[in-house]
């Protein structure tokens, strides 16, 4: 697909425009894209909901005014972006209603939808918008989850498909528009230093931890039907390992970056139910503390099922088969009601073959890369230095070699992901969506980890709020003579 550096004028039509998704992040992304002055004069925003109706831009400025930050909130900006606003009570599943909005639409030269709703609806408003003749100029984005497995996927997929092609068709995963992990594309192929080491022959091992500290925040209907594998593994987690782990793309276009992760998910080894055992761990918390404040266990949550048997936690050893990444692990961990909310890849380096100093210190030789996404986006190496001092001999001290973005650019604001991603969908660039058959290999692997377990009929392992998981968690690492990076 050609892709474009020019924002033409749109409609930005938003499907659920006064759920949470979309107060809390979709509107305060579109309002910081007004402020920067990236959005069109002529770009209009068409809130669609059930319940739309006169209070709406009340309600769309006093969530402007909770999330956005207090400097970020110009008054003329807000009211400039209000005036941009406009609104329509529709029934999704009432075809009658999208004659309605074809009439607010107008002639529009572009109209862009998003679907801030369950993927149960995605159907019906494909084909309500191809009823009334606006497929043709429309690009359509798609929130996850898209599907529960391999099979739903593909019918939500398909619906789609029917009415929008691969070319107009978005699927948002928000890890993608982060700062650093488009960084990890620079990182990787613009600095020989780092593509020269990244493989087998360098590196021993990586880590990709995605830690929450919340719970299931009324979550529980969604959630418990999902659980963390589902929610965070099948897309957030290896969207990361495929980043680390793809070769070098011809160019970057949106297919040839898509073509090479989707030669690492088919390159991932399954891991069936006889060796689950050694290779994941399942996990969901009881009652504990976080920052020193109780909280309920997930069977004590608000509307909870007492039986359920849904993790919360997941850590896994995974493999993948191919030339740069024979025998190195990659271990992926994520939870909710950890200690602290964190997200990070470590890439560990083999030491030097030959060691010379003291024998005592030898646990710390090794150097490592620490790719921080959240709280605080950074990138560190972390090498070893000799102890300053007359006093200190050949001692040695490991430290970081660190880009900090806040520190380092702080005259510019970070952009939340939401922003770059929903200004990526004006230009018409797919290079940070997710192509079909990236989801369907990913469900494809996840898919036979969740068939292991059903076949096991084990219940996930009890682990406290506020800690880093079952204490198993330790032991799938620390079995290969390892342990998770950081003492948190």
């Known amino acids: 697909m050609a892709t474009t550096n020019t924002i033409e004028p749109c409609t930005f039509a938003l499907f659920g425009a006064l759920g949470d998704l979309a107060l809390r992040k979709l509107f305060p992304a579109l309002y910081q894209l007004d402020r920067a002055g990236l959005l069109c004069p002529d770009t209009r925003l068409l809130a669609l909901a059930l319940d739309a109706g006169e209070q709406t831009r009340a309600t769309v400025a006093e969530h402007l005014r909770r999330h956005a930050p207090g400097a970020e909130l110009e008054e003329d900006v807000l009211q400039r972006f209000l005036a941009r606003l406009d609104y329509l009570s529709m029934d999704f ?7 309605a909005l074809a009439d607010r639409v107008g002639d529009a030269e572009r109209l862009i939808a998003y679907f801030a709703t369950p993927a149960a609806l995605y159907e019906p408003i494909c084909a309500g918008l191809a009823e009334v003749g606006l497929a043709e100029r429309t690009r359509v984005v798609l929130e996850k989850p898209i599907g529960h497995d391999l099979a739903s996927s593909r019918k939500v997929n398909d619906a789609v498909a029917r009415h929008f092609p691969e070319d107009r068709t978005y699927r948002i995963d928000h890890y993608l528009g982060k700062e650093t992990v488009q960084n990890l594309i620079a990182l990787r192929f613009a ?3 780092f593509e020269t080491q990244w493989n087998q022959n360098h590196i021993s091992h990586v880590e990709i931890t995605v830690a929450e500290q919340v719970g299931i925040e009324g979550r529980w209907g969604y959630f418990d039907k999902a659980g ?6 099948q897309n957030h987690l290896l969207q990361l390992l495929c980043l680390i782990a793809m070769d070098p793309p011809s160019d970057l276009s949106a297919d040839s970056i898509r073509d090479e992760k989707v030669k690492v ?3 991932l080894a399954p891991i069936d139910a006889a060796q689950l055992s050694q290779q994941v761990v399942r996990g969901q918390y009881v009652a504990g503390s976080i920052l020193g404040k109780p909280v309920p266990g997930y069977l004590e949550e608000d509307n909870a099922n007492p039986s359920s048997d849904t993790e919360t936690f997941v850590a896994l050893r995974a493999e993948i088969r191919n030339w740069r990444w024979a025998g190195v692990p990659f271990y992926l961990r994520t939870g909710k009601r950890m200690p602290q909310k964190l997200s990070q890849i470590v890439i560990h380096f083999k030491e030097a073959p030959h060691y010379i100093f003291a024998a005592e210190q030898r646990p710390l030789i090794g150097n490592k890369l ?3 996404l959240q709280p605080n986006e950074s990138i560190a190496l972390q090498v070893m230095t000799k102890e300053q001092g007359l006093d200190k001999g050949m001692q040695l001290r490991s430290g ?3 880009l900090n973005f806040s520190d380092t650019y702080r005259s510019a604001r970070i952009p939340d992901a939401y922003e770059r991603l929903l200004l990526e969908v004006m230009k018409g660039n797919q290079n940070l969506f ?3 058959d990236e989801i369907e290999h990913a469900w494809l692997w996840c898919d036979r980890l969740i068939a292991g377990w059903r076949l096991q009929g084990e219940a996930p392992r009890p682990y406290a709020a506020g800690s880093w998981g079952p204490l198993s968690s330790i032991a799938l690492i620390t079995r290969d003579g390892r342990s998770w990076y950081g003492d948190f």
């Open 93 to 99: 599943l009432n075809a009658g209603d999208y004659a």
């Open 191 to 193: 600095n020989s230093l």
């Open 228 to 233: 963390q594998l589902r929610d965070m593994i």
């Open 265 to 267: 998910l088919k390159a």
């Open 370 to 372: 620490i790719i921080r």
């Open 400 to 402: 970081p070699l660190q």
């Open 434 to 436: 997710v192509r079909k």
